[in-house]
Nanobody, 116 residues
């Protein structure tokens, strides 16, 4: 039943920052795994990181130090703070549960474009 709307993307210069939001249509308190994913042109969609309902947040090693995930269950929203952006970060960014990911269900995502 739950669906997600990603927002906050845009055009930013290299070295800049963006904060993405993932707003859920209903409560996310009981959803164990919520992840951020991205897909660059011509590439496979890849996991950026995740927030679990126990409060743990993780980001893949290659993005640690630049990207931070947070989750606010009271607001039914997950966030992705992106700092020191690079052109290779250009992609469509998505949020999703692991179950919906395995089922192939995705929202529209939000476009992030980093200029050099």
């Amino acid at each position: 039943q739950v669906s997600f709307v990603e927002s906050g993307g845009g055009l930013v210069q290299s070295g800049g920052s963006l904060r993405l939001s993932c707003a859920a249509s209903e409560s996310i308190a009981s959803i164990y795994f919520m992840g951020w994913y991205r897909q660059a042109p011509g590439k496979q969609r890849e996991l950026v990181g995740a927030a679990t309902s126990d409060g743990t947040t993780t980001v893949v090693d290659s993005l640690k130090g630049r990207f931070t995930i947070s989750r606010d269950n009271a607001k039914n929203t997950m966030y992705l703070q992106m700092n020191s952006l690079k052109p290779e970060d250009t992609a469509v960014y998505y949020c999703n549960t692991d179950l919906k990911t395995r089922g192939g269900y995705w929202g529209q995502g939000t476009q992030v474009t980093v200029s050099s």
